[in-house]
């Protein structure tokens, strides 16, 4: 179609055809990569500057630099004439470049100077730089003057002329003192624009003699001086004409005019008229400088017209009128007005816009296939209006050979039908007065396929809303086609799509819809390509919360929240501004990720403040005020539930996700720490709001995973300290589209419930689970490693199905896969399982049990056969009780205990079996559905172990020298109580152990007496029970005996009594095992085998055999041929008890029974008939008798009057008074003996009742009878005691005090009552 339109040019029509043909293929950039290997024309890169100015200190470089294919050669003119720069030695030319460079070192620059021009050609044409004008840079002196002072008349204007030299480039003029500082201006006081000092009017105060003007060159960065200026202003009115001509000689004097107040009138420009001429695109300055006292005050305004917005401005004060960018509009008439109280004037300026050549279109690069047809356009415009020149490889058209496909039309080049083998290189040169433009455009002719420049799978990313290109740079002569396709749908130019002519597509108001693949296709008669690409339409930034204006106190902190929403796959940045310039370089500002807070705040502080959020695509910006005020009392902070969050919205809106943002409500002194997030499921759950997610308390987004076939509503809940917040109003409705499940249910588990059926069960998918209407399961199953096809059904609102007729305990394969109307879910897991259990068929066998001790045994047997289990082997159940305890009879058998062991275990443990037991053990084994048969009972016996500790062990003080040992059978006896151990120490006062006796005790024996115990002395008892395995645990027991003589007491005690102690036995204690004589008696009951009896002076010993139950047996026993009752006894579960109290030489029938729990005989032994033996007369201890005791205190009594009466006799002689004696030498430590403590009272004389000498009373209260009291030493017949001449008895003042006072420190005993008696004298 382009070629059949090309053969028809004719009239504009077709000239923007071809216009646009051209503009086409100029928009495809030349990448070196595509483009290598394929011929190009020159084409000029780099050049310098038309106006060149250089320094003459340093060498001259003239670029030009170009490119092509094959790369190009490079030729210079100078002044229109070739330069050849191989015969100048100071120059030299780059390798593989035109550019030039002078060595100007002995040389002087002038001698380059010139118009220089490069030319850069190859075999396909010739390219040309413009013409470049080399200057050397001036900076001349100033020329010599002298400057007469300046004498002017105080309020005239004055004029400072500075006549700077002319330099290259024109100098800046500035003007100073002798210490380099610039003069003061002001209105009245200016530079003008030539560099003039321009006074309105002067001052006394400009008298100064350092008016000095600068001009500095920037090229050789050099200034140059003006001779000083001195200026003299006189108030003439104040001087005589003497003074005012002496001051006058030899200075010029300015004021011919009257020096008073005056109207403005114009110094420069003068008059009322004026002309300025400037270039399109320079920049105007138009100036006005007004005389006048008082100064005027300058202002512009446009004839006509308004001065241009934005580029115009005001300098110099008001005085220089600027306008930037001048353009056509800008000429007309300016008028300035200069204005005081006086009146006013102006002048008015006529602006004459003139316009060096610019471009209207200039040539572009052609590339044309042969055959084809091209234009080349070089349309400017200037005022005057520019020439156009054409030249072909740098030489002017009209001389270059003449070529039939080319035609010349002013400022166009048309080509039609070019031949191959015709490339070149076209300039176009447009000039007038005011300057030119050159422009190289190259014509090549190429035959090349379509090639795509757009990089592949580009990623465009735009705003919403906002305008996207989507590039298709393409590359290929002819031209090639381009087409669009977006998710292979054809793309056609119309509202929403635009295909410009270099093949972008543009969207114009992009949307997420818009997002997606593109691809563009380009083609041309040689071939075709195509390219993806993809866009990808983004979220816009959006401040959701702006800060707000503040008003805070001083020393206070002061926030600015600046809450954003944006799209989540967007960077953002936030930039904080103070009055539109960066925040104070202070630490008391901090900058969060969406606040800026401000701590201590000052005056200082006060402004406007700005967030900008931005992002790489877009921006939003917003600001506020802070005003400090002063300190007042801050009130209480009251902190309270957060407001809701406001505003919810949703964006970014996908088939699985969305995007939700809100707006933060008000915190109420509380951060918020969290939002949560919440959505309800109108469809299947209405009215209830589940928790969907959390994001952090400075978020005000979320990206929300979304499930299909849901009707989703949000909310947000903001949480602070204090609690949650009331809930958002919900957002609005989002619903997902249907799809097939995404999952299949879980739990799946098949299950044998009977020995021919088997169980599937499933967790069902919850309506948000379910994707899509129409859920079902799909329900598979198959027996494991049999070649067979999956037996399948589909089932809805349900969660089990049950199969039948399976064989026992088989392993079947089974999958629940989820369906709905949109298809079925992913391929569903295998899940094994079994079908039902039977209980096992079989029990173990070969059991063997191994008794270790009285209270354990090992257990072994076979394990059961595989077949046998009909179902998976949980393991062995081993069932065991006892049958009987060998040596008593239970009241009733004990419960099975049961231990189960695993599946592998094939021997067990038996623990905490009851010694002396006899006990039976079966085992079976289980399975899931149940217990197998039992096997046969086992039955085996424990031997005897040592018994437990007894029971209820204590000791009770009975009498000064003994105690009453009593305790009760162990309640585990473990086997026949042979008898028990008795062991007993005393304790002295340290603590430490005096030496051990022992005694070995009957079985039946529950209690004993010990006589013949230190008095005041505590004793440590030690008790074991023993067996034929030997002793059991001991327990021990701690008892003090008696002291005071007064609780000694021998009450009678009847025999059976076990509360009263019996009278001291005629023999000691057993000592040793006992071997009694034993009678025999004949067996009676059936629970009871022979009785045997043991007769002693006081008690019997009773034995039996019993095969019942030991909790209630009796011994009952009565005194022959009497009517008194029988009396009982309770024998605590032994069989041998002892019957203490029995009077000697009395006959006594004994019987054992047995008793219920009323108390009736059930069993009983026959009758057994026993003598108790009369008593022998044995020798007894004289010193515990008690006519011994009486006798002894009878004979102290007698000798203690004997004293009495011996110490009054002497009394009455004068001689040896021993009571003053005594009195001087009294025992603090002697101490009155009371009757109510025990003690013996008080003995004194009857006058001053003073204490008995050496009377002592233990710490206890108690006193202890030592064997030591026995001597008859103590009383005067040996050892240390004495009597006086007098016959009084003095041993307590000799040696037995000595002797006592020993004993004392050795023994924690006191004196004996008789030894007490020494003291009396």
């Known amino acids: 179609m382009d070629r059949k339109r090309n053969r028809m040019l004719c009239g504009g029509s077709m000239m923007m055809l071809l216009l646009g043909h051209m503009t086409t293929a100029l928009e495809v950039p030349l990448d070196p990569k595509v483009l290598e290997g394929l011929p190009q024309p020159p084409t000029i890169i780099h050049q310098s500057p038309k106006d060149y100015i250089i320094d003459p200190r340093e060498n001259i470089i003239i670029h030009c630099e170009a490119k092509g294919k094959p790369h190009p050669s490079f030729s210079w003119t100078r002044n229109g004439t070739h330069f050849d720069v191989d015969k100048d030695s100071k120059v030299t030319m780059k390798p593989n470049s035109g550019t030039l460079i002078i060595d100007i070192s002995g040389e002087k620059a002038e001698a380059y100077e010139g118009i220089y021009q490069c030319i850069a050609r190859n075999e396909h044409g010739s390219a040309v730089s413009n013409n470049i004008f080399i200057r050397q840079s001036r900076s001349p002196l100033w020329s010599k003057e002298k400057n007469e002072p300046i004498t002017v008349q105080r309020g005239m204007s004055l004029v400072l002329q500075c006549r700077p030299p002319a330099g290259l480039p024109p100098p800046i003029i500035f003007w100073m003192d002798n210490y380099f500082q610039r003069l003061p201006q002001n209105s009245r006081v200016s530079q003008a624009l030539n560099g003039d000092l321009y006074f309105s009017n002067v001052l006394i105060d400009d008298t100064r003699n350092d008016y000095i003007c600068y001009a500095r060159f920037p090229h050789t960065q050099t200034i140059q001086q003006k001779q000083p200026i001195t200026v003299n202003v006189l108030d003439i009115e104040a001087m005589n004409h003497t003074v005012l001509a002496s001051f006058l000689n030899g200075s010029d004097f300015w004021g011919d005019s009257p020096s008073g107040e005056r109207a403005p009138s114009f110094m420069h420009p003068p008059g009322t008229h004026s002309t300025s001429m400037v270039l399109k695109g320079d920049t105007l300055e138009l100036e006005c400088i007004a005389d006048g006292l008082p100064t005027p005050d300058i202002s512009w305004s446009k004839v006509n017209g308004e001065l241009p917005s934005g580029r115009f401005s005001f300098h110099s004060f008001q005085k220089t009128l600027k306008i930037t960018e001048v353009t056509d509009t800008d000429g007309g008439d300016y008028r300035c007005l200069a204005k005081n109280r006086l009146g006013s004037n102006h002048h008015v300026i006529t602006v004459v816009v003139k316009a060096a050549p610019f471009w209207i279109s200039s040539p572009q690069n052609l590339i044309l296939a042969p055959k084809e047809t091209g234009m080349l356009t070089c349309r400017v415009d200037g005022n005057p209006r520019p020439k156009v020149a054409w030249s072909v490889n740098g030489v002017p058209i009209e001389n270059s050979p003449k070529d039939p496909s080319r035609k010349i039309e ?38 090349e396929p379509p090639r795509v420049l757009t990089p592949p799978n580009h990623v465009y990313s735009v705003i919403t809303n906002s305008r996207a290109l989507l590039d298709c740079a393409s590359f290929g002569s002819p031209l090639p086609k381009i087409t669009w396709f977006k998710d292979s749908q054809s793309i056609l130019d119309g509202d929403s799509y635009i295909i410009h002519k270099n093949g972008t597509l543009e969207i114009n108001v992009a949307q997420p819809l818009n997002s997606g693949k593109y691809t563009c296709t ?93 992002t790489t695509l877009d921006q939003d910006s917003a600001s506020a005020a802070l005003t400090v005020v002063q300190a007042t009392p801050i009130p209480p902070v009251v902190q309270e539930q957060p407001d809701m969050p406001t505003d919810l919205e949703l964006t970014d809106q996908r088939e699985r996700s969305v995007q939700l943002t809100w707006t933060t409500g008000d915190e109420n002194n509380s951060p918020i720490k969290l939002f949560l997030i919440q959505y309800e499921d109108s469809l299947h759950e209405p009215g209830i709001w589940v928790n969907m997610t959390e994001v952090s308390g400075t978020s005000t987004t979320a990206h929300l995973e979304l499930s299909p076939y849901v009707y989703y509503s949000f909310r947000v809940l903001a949480l602070n300290e204090v609690g949650l917040s009331e809930p958002s109003t919900p957002s609005r409705q989002y619903r997902t589209n249907p799809s097939q499940p995404d999952m299949n249910p879980s739990n799946v588990e098949a299950i044998g419930t009977s020995p021919d059926s088997m169980t599937i069960t499933w967790k069902e998918l919850t309506g948000l689970e379910s994707n899509g209407p129409g859920l079902q399961y799909k329900v598979s199953w198959r027996q494991k490693d049999v070649d067979q096809d999956w037996n399948s059904l589909t089932l809805a609102n349900i969660s089990q199905y049950v199969v039948t007729g399976t064989d026992t305990f088989v392993p079947y394969e089974v999958t629940v896969q989820a369906i709905n109307d949109y298809g079925s879910g992913p391929r569903p897991e295998v899940v094994l399982g079994y079908s039902g259990e039977d209980s096992p068929n079989v029990a173990p066998e070969n059991i063997q049990v191994s008794v270790q001790n009285g209270t354990e045994a090992e257990v072994r047997w076979e394990a059961v056969p595989p ?5 998976r082997l949980k393991g062995y159940k081993v069932s065991y009780w006892k049958l009987r305890s060998l040596h008593k009879q239970e009241p009733e058998p004990e419960k099975p205990q049961v231990l189960i062991f695993s599946s592998n275990d094939t021997e067990g443990h038996l623990s905490n079996l009851h010694p002396y037991s006899q006990y039976s053990l079966n085992i079976r084994a289980f399975n899931g559905k149940g217990d197998g048969p039992t096997s046969t009972d086992q039955h085996f016996v424990t031997p005897e172990g040592v018994p437990g500790p007894p029971a209820n062990f204590k000791v009770r003080n009975l009498d000064l020298d003994s105690l009453v040992v009593e305790w009760a059978p162990p309640l585990k006896d473990n086997g026949h109580l042979t008898g028990y151990l008795l062991k007993y120490q005393p304790i002295n006062a340290t603590d430490e152990l005096g030496p051990l006796k022992e005694l070995l005790l009957f079985a039946n024996e529950t209690s004993i007496t010990l006589d013949n115990l230190k008095y005041s002395t505590r004793y440590k008892f030690y008790l074991n029970a023993m067996t034929v395995k030997g002793s059991g645990p001991t327990i021990t027991e701690e008892a003090v005996t008696v002291m005071d003589e007064a609780l000694i007491r021998h009450p009678a005690v009847e025999a059976g009594k076990g509360s009263a102690p019996p009278p001291p036995p005629p023999t000691p204690p057993v000592s040793k095992s006992l071997q009694p004589s034993l009678h025999n008696a004949p067996t009676a009951g059936r629970m009871f085998g022979s009785v045997n009896s043991s007769v002693e002076e006081d008690h019997a010993l009773i034995s039996w055999e019993y095969s019942g139950p030991d909790k209630n047996v009796y011994v009952e026993y009565v005194v022959d041929n009497s009517k008194e009752p029988w009396k009982t006894e309770f024998v605590n579960g032994t069989r041998t008890y002892q019957i203490r109290g029995l009077k000697p030489g009395m006959s006594y029938r004994v019987r054992v029974v047995a008793k219920d729990y009323s108390g009736t005989t059930v069993h009983g032994t026959e009758e057994l008939l026993i003598t108790v033996p009369a008593m022998t007369n044995k020798q007894v201890d004289i010193a515990t008798q008690g006519w011994f005791i009486g006798l002894m205190c009878a004979i102290a009594l007698l000798i203690l009057v004997l004293l009495i009466v011996c110490f009054i006799k002497r009394n009455k002689g004068g001689k040896y008074p021993v009571k003053e004696k005594e009195d001087a030498h009294q ?14 009272g008080e003995y004194s004389d009857t006058e001053d009742h003073k204490p008995l000498k050496g009377s002592r009373t233990p710490s206890n209260g108690t006193v202890k009878k030592d064997d030591s009291d026995d001597s008859l030493v103590d009383y005067g017949e040996g050892g240390d ?15 037995k005090k000595e002797k006592d006072t020993a004993e004392g420190n050795e023994s924690s005993e006191a004196p004996s009552p008789v030894n007490a008696m020494n003291s009396f004298v």
């Not at 077949?867 to 179902?871: D, L, M």
């Open 410 to 447: 002013d400022d166009v080049i048309i080509l039609s039908d070019v031949p191959t083998g015709s490339s070149a290189v076209y300039q176009c040169n447009a000039s007038n007065e005011y300057g030119y433009l050159l422009a190289n455009a190259f014509v090549s002719i190429l035959a």
């Open 1227 to 1240: 025992d603090p430590e002697i101490q009155p003996m009371k009757e109510d403590d025990g003690t013996f």
């Open 1281 to 1295: 005691g004495q009597f006086n001449e007098d016959g009084s008895f003095i041993g307590q003042y000799s040696g």
């Open 867 to 871: 077949s046998t289990v009909r179902g």
């Open 522 to 614: 380009v083609s041309n008669n040689l071939g075709n390509k195509e390219n993806h690409v993809y866009l990808e339409v983004k979220e816009p930034t959006r401040i959701l919360k702006q800060p707000e204006y503040k008003v805070v106190q001083r020393n206070s902190i002061a926030v600015f929240e600046c809450k954003v929403k944006h799209d989540p796959t967007l960077l953002p940045t936030m930039i904080w501004l103070k009055d539109n310039g960066e925040l104070p370089d202070d630490v008391r500002f901090e900058v969060g990720s969406d606040s800026l807070t401000i701590r201590d705040v000052t005056e200082d502080d006060e402004g406007t403040y700005t967030c900008i959020r931005n």
